[in-house]
């Protein structure tokens, strides 16, 4: 070996100290960090729980909110710019409906739209449009809102499962005796996604609409204006209208236009369940 080639003892050995102790510490902080998350997530919950527990406001499940979205679009999650923490028990992609796990669990909402749903529950939800229901479209309903379907829904009458199973089929079945919820969720479903466009182009005058507030005296303005805005069916309060003038779209929310396609459209809006309005 030549004289000047440099050997392996001429060469510098830096040799890091293993100290077993940091990765002690380091496991350590973890474990603290882990306990720390657990104990505050576990604290956030039982906090929760006793709020619903104690509050009939809160105790709203996204099944039940899910009829009052259908008939009110305008608070869907997939109309929301925030979507994070905002019905995340609802879908907003391929679908509006509900997010089959958390379907009978709570709502998660803000107040304002839950004070909307209570107000809509106590006042006009039981107002309903009764409608022929074929087989057919019967099953596309069910496909695309599955949480309707038996095996998804636990208080599911077992009348209502056989009826389903029993569906076959058939174009022409009358499906009218199908539970009230089904139907009510039935109606906003078609309403939505088959009927927007005439729903939307449709006017009204103000002798339709006074006959309809004869009949159904819980959509008036003087139970809504200070909830969805003063605009809400002015027209009526001016002296003498003419029964042929048209009412303003603005002045008709989405839940009363709804209401007034289903009565002018399909035939009488017709009470069901118990009325818990004043």
Partial sequence: ?????????????????????????????????SCLVWGIGSWYTKKVDAQYAHNPFLQVTNRQMSLFLWQNPQYMRIESKSKT??????????????????ADSYVEAP???????????????SEFASRPIS????????????EWQPRNWPAAP???????????DSTVQDLQNVPFEVQQAFVGWKNFMKEGDAINA??????????FLAAHPHYARNYWQ???????????????????????KEEISPFLRVALYNDQEIGP??????????
Avoid: C
Wanted: hydrophobic residues 40%.
């Fill in 1 to 33: 070996m030549p004289q000047n080639e440099l050997q392996e003892k001429d060469f510098i050995h830096e040799d890091y100290p293993k100290n077993s102790n940091s990765l002690w510490f380091w496991l350590s902080l973890m474990a603290i960090f």
């Fill in 85 to 102: 923490a905002y019905l995340p028990g609802f879908q907003y992609m391929n679908k509006v409906s509900l997010d089959l796990p958390f």
């Fill in 111 to 125: 107040p304002e739209i839950l004070f909307l749903y209570h107000t809509w529950k106590r006042l006009i939800s």
């Fill in 135 to 146: 087989a057919a479209e019967f099953k596309e309903f069910l496909n695309y809102a599955e």
């Fill in 158 to 168: 077992q009348a209502y499962t056989k009826l389903v199973e029993g569906l076959g």
């Fill in 202 to 211: 449709m006017t009204t005058t103000a002798g339709q609409l006074q006959a």
């Fill in 226 to 248: 200070n909830i969805v805005g003063d605009s809400y069916l002015r027209t009526l309060t001016q002296p003498n209208i003419d029964p042929k003038a048209v009412i303003p």
């Fill in 269 to 278: 809006l017709r009470h069901k369940g118990p009325r818990t309005g004043p």
